[in-house]
T-cell receptor, first 113, second 117 residues
Framework: GNSVTQMEGPVTLSEEAFLTINCTYT??????LFWYVQYPGEGLQLLLK?????DKGSNKGFEATYRKETTSFHLEKGSVQVSDSAVYFC????????????FGQGTTLQVKP | EAQVTQNPRYLITVTGKKLTVTCSQN?????MSWYRQDPGLGLRQIYY???????DKGDVPEGYKVSRKEKRNFPLILESPSPNQTSLYFC????????????????FGSGTQLSVL
């Protein structure tokens, strides 16, 4: 079945450091891929998405490229801020019609001043 | 303000005592869904609803019930809670399902932290 694997956290960075959070997936067909962010005490918010191979999703300085050849959707940001501290979830939507998202286990990012 | 509202935010209960977690959206969304979030497992879908009076099981439906009598409300019911249902629960909604529109976006509530003793 479909699945998503993210790198283990927590990830601790200094402000202005480069961020990469790895995400790989297993799916049949051509899934859509998403990154969601969860700030402390809040629900999940869509950060970016890509719906087909080689698409690049971007938002708030974050980017991720849908790589079908490596089944990956790594999240990157060139210069993180303290306000980026949150839990980041990679997710996919497969070919079914349930609207279900398959989530990775989440990666906690802590950015220190 | 467009939002998904869950209540309560925190709930501590005892094994076997029936409880309901409410979820309401003010965006006239057709699709609603419940997820539970557990450490190391991410979010897993419990139930979903395509529209009023249409509900179906997700990946982990055991021990839960839902109803969709009105478009805006989608309560999650635990008839006889057990400690393994201790979790963080999220309600989510979208205008239509992701299957029908790739531009669709899921809106999440702020979560309900449930502890079953």
């Amino acid at each position: 079945g479909n699945s998503v694997t993210q790198m283990e956290g927590p990830v601790t960075l200094s402000e202005e450091a480069f961020l990469t959070i790895n995400c790989t997936y297993t799916a049949t067909g051509y899934p859509s891929l998403f990154w969601y962010v969860q700030y402390p005490g809040e629900g999940l918010q869509l950060l970016l998405k890509a719906t087909k191979a080689d698409d690049k999703g971007s938002n708030k300085g974050f980017e991720a490229t849908y790589r079908k050849e490596t089944t990956s959707f790594h999240l990157e940001k060139g210069s993180v801020q303290v306000s980026d501290s949150a839990v980041y979830f990679c997710a996919l939507h497969g070919s079914g019609n349930t609207g279900k998202l398959i989530f990775g286990q989440g990666t906690t990012l802590q950015v220190k001043p | 303000e467009a939002q998904v509202t869950q209540n309560p935010r925190y709930l501590i209960t005892v094994t076997g005592k029936k409880l309901t977690v409410t979820c309401s959206q003010n965006m006239n969304h057709e699709y609603m869904s419940w997820y539970r979030q557990d450490p190391g497992l991410g979010l897993r879908q419990i139930y979903y609803s395509m529209n009023v009076e249409v509900t179906d099981k997700g990946d982990v439906p055991e021990g839960y019930k839902v109803s969709r009598k009105e478009k805006r409300n989608f309560p999650l019911i635990l008839e006889s809670p057990s400690p393994n249902q201790t979790s963080l629960y999220f309600c989510a909604s979208s205008l239509r399902t992701l299957a029908h529109a790739t531009n669709e976006k899921l809106f999440f509530g702020s979560g309900t932290q449930l502890s079953v003793l």
